[in-house]
Structures are given as structure tokens and as C-alpha cells.
């Protein structure tokens, strides 16, 4: 019989390997998003935290296209918010609210957030998502709601607040705003912000069409326990990263 080979997430020699890893995935993240149209603008960011300095992140440049980005051109910034690496500017808004989250959640490796379009859609109704599918059971009891709105967010002060709407869950959706998810890695904060997309624009469809029935909270519960762990969302992220490297292979530059 032959060896069967499954992906297990890697271990690394060195600060610079592991650091050279999380940039890479950082990049791919960046151009799936692209692919998926989660860009809008200038919004958006994911951040993945510096395995050396542990209160600096690595995030993307402010203003470069998602579907341009490549592991070299992202920026490292401090906990003051100063681009340390980089010649590009950060947003402000994803220093306010990523910096807040790192430093609220030691384990958060990587957060994720844009403005995707089913993610703004199911914001608007102030409510978290129910347990309809087994795709949605990933976030059954592990994703927060921030039930407000004050504009752009560009203080820190308001960064803490979502951080604490976050607590220890997985997501939280910010009201009128969008979606933010968090993992132990870059391959699984990217995967679970891609999942739960797709489960909010699975719920706005049901809803338009009818009552959705719910899988009862036993069952809920179970199916997040088997798909909703932190190694499910590493090993489903790693289809999409073969994939978009084979596709556009200048992003690992």
C-alpha cells in the first residue's frame, strides 16, 4: 500500500522561516479575496502577527490592490502604529481595530476583515448567524455580534470595543459594517472569513425563499466540534492556497 499523504500545518527551524511562511499566506489571502471580490476600495485588511515581535503585525500596504499584493510588499508595523518595514503607509482603520484585537487575543495569529458584499448584507440585521447548515455550524456558539455603529473606525478606543465583542470566539460581526474572524494561523483566520461569508449569503437566500429549518443544538454543537477546530480551518485553507499559487505564483516574491 502506498503512503498516503495528508497536509499537517508545518513546524519551522527558524524565526525567519516561519516569518517568510505567515507573509506568503498573508499574500495569498490577499489575492483570494481579490478573486472573491471581498475588496471594496481601499477598505479592508488581514493582519498576521510578526513570530519574532510579538506586538508588531505584517498587514497590507494602505490603497495596493488586494490582487496586486505579494509577500514582499507588505509592511510590518509596531503597537504604536509606525511602519517599522515597508516604504507604503498603513490605513488607519486596520491599526485601530487589528492591533486592539492582537493584543486582546495572545492566540490570535492572523484577523481578517473586508467589506464583502453578503457579510455587509447580513450586518445590516444586527443578529448572528443561525445553524441552517453544516458550513454554519462552524461558528454555532464561537462568533460575537458588536451591536453598534460610529463610522469609519479609525481609534483605538473603538478597536478595543470590537475586540471585546469578539471575546474568545472565532468571528464577530460588526453591525452595518461587515465581518472579522481570527486563528491560530493565517490559513485559518482567511478560511474562516471565506466560510462565513458564504453562510451569510446561504442565509439571506434562505430567508428570501422561506423559514429555514435549524439543526437542533446537539447536533449544532457536534458539528462544530468536527469542523469548526482549529486544524479544519488550516487543512481547508490549503486547496485555495495551492490553487492560487499555481495560478499567480509572483505573489510568494
Avoid at 27 to 39: N, V, Y
Avoid at 126 to 151: K, S
Avoid at 173 to 196: K, Y
Wanted: aromatic fraction near 8%; hydrophobic fraction near 40%; charged fraction near 20%.
Amino acid at each position: 500500500m502506498p503512503d498516503l499523504k495528508i497536509p499537517l500545518p508545518p513546524s519551522f527551524s527558524s524565526v525567519e522561516e516561519e516569518r517568510q511562511y505567515r507573509k506568503q499566506r498573508l499574500a495569498a489571502g490577499f489575492r483570494l479575496f481579490s478573486e472573491m471580490g471581498f475588496d471594496e476600495g481601499v477598505a479592508g485588511h488581514i493582519t498576521a502577527r510578526d513570530p519574532e515581535l510579538a506586538d508588531h503585525f505584517w498587514v497590507n500596504p494602505f490603497a495596493m490592490h488586494f490582487g496586486h499584493i505579494r509577500a514582499s510588499d507588505l509592511i510590518l508595523v509596531n503597537h504604536s502604529g509606525e511602519v517599522v518595514q515597508g516604504d507604503r503607509a498603513v490605513n488607519t482603520a486596520a491599526f485601530a481595530i487589528h492591533s486592539q484585537v492582537h493584543a486582546a487575543r495572545p492566540d490570535a495569529v492572523a484577523a481578517a476583515h473586508s467589506h464583502s458584499t453578503h457579510g455587509r448584507a447580513f450586518s445590516t440585521l444586527g443578529r448572528l448567524l443561525d445553524p441552517i447548515t453544516q458550513d454554519a455550524c462552524v461558528f454555532y456558539d464561537d462568533h460575537g455580534l458588536f451591536d453598534d455603529y460610529t463610522g469609519v473606525v479609525l481609534d483605538v478606543e473603538e478597536g478595543k470595543r470590537i475586540a471585546h465583542a469578539l471575546g474568545e470566539n472565532k468571528a464577530v460581526i460588526l453591525r452595518n459594517h461587515g465581518l472579522l474572524t481570527v486563528g491560530q494561523s493565517v490559513d485559518e483566520a482567511v478560511w474562516w472569513f471565506i466560510t462565513m461569508e458564504r453562510s451569510c449569503q446561504v442565509q439571506l437566500l434562505a430567508e428570501a425563499a422561506g423559514k429555514p429549518v435549524h439543526i437542533d443544538d446537539d447536533m449544532a454543537r457536534l458539528t462544530s466540534s468536527q469542523v469548526g477546530s482549529h486544524l479544519a480551518g488550516w487543512f481547508s485553507f490549503q486547496p485555495l492556497y495551492e490553487r492560487i499559487v499555481r495560478d499567480q505564483p509572483d505573489l510568494l516574491d
